[in-house]
């Protein structure tokens, strides 16, 4: 790989543990699975060689530290752990570049409370921490790297619901779907304040359980000006918005093969990197571009069409890497941040 490009990546590790450790409704891994578990993320991790990698699902470091080690690529990538919620998994980020701090956040910003009518909604705090940790690309270049989980689209049943009843199966679709913009709207507050007004390039990558066009997904984002407003309206809004890898990918080739996730028949894009304009080749002040993405899904398969069951030790999700090559000599330009 040439100096002036380094690679980004997410992976949801689905359920990363210990062995004879319990973890969801006290599911555990036994010896023979956990090494196979470690074998095959490994092997992953190796065919996606990137520099900078956000991790979903991560019960415990230890685990993941013997992964990296499985990986010839990733043995020497520090780690930065948040730790999930009661026992909940958290998330973590591997990197080769040094770190210069880090951040977790838990509870919502103030400001994102929403409220509907007049009557608030009473949801204060994610369901998986937010991670951001700054990072020195070269001596001249800083960035930040987040690394988050948003809710999933698993329905969220009231106590002693019906769990055949179609109308409390809507409601619990309906309690998903409200968390997950919630917990949307509290990131891209977040985001806003390394974002606004600030030449400083900003990643985001993870899971965030929605395909890019879901409007959680372009809440975190944020919504692109209108083609026909005037430079000096634009350009405030390009300050803050993020760009997604796939969207970059798209304009490049004829091929659209992005899916990360196989649900009932419905192939889905889940993961995602987003970058700030200062990585986007339309940003005539920007300081790199991304160039290239892949999508490490060939291990994932439709079970609808087959009796088979993806093993526990293989992730159900897929692997998304982008490559960012910076502009000109990196270590000539001014310091950001």
Known sequence: MER???????????NLALPERDFYQGETYSQEQYLKKLTWTGQQLDRMQVDIIGFQEVFHRGALKEALHRSDYHQRHEIVMAEGFGLGPGLALATRFPVLDQRIYEAFPADSRIDIEGAEIQLNSFSHPVLAVDLAL?????????VVHLKSKRPMMADRAD???PVEIAKGHARSLIRRAAEATALRCILMEVLRDRAYPVIVLGDVNDNHTAITTQIVAGQPPWEC?????KAPVWDVLLYQAKDIQARLGYGDHY?????????????HIMVSEEFSAQNRDRIGRVTYVSVYNDHLFDQTLLEDNIEPWQSDHGQVVATIELDGAPSARPRMG
């Open 229 to 233: 407003w005037p430079y000096r309206k």
């Open 259 to 271: 899916y990360t996730h196989i649900h009932n028949g419905h192939y889905d894009s889940l993961d």
């Open 4 to 14: 002036n490009q380094f690679r980004v990546g997410t992976f949801n590790l689905r």
């Open 138 to 146: 070269t001596e001249a270049i800083h960035c930040t790297v987040f």
């Open 163 to 165: 769990r055949s009843d």
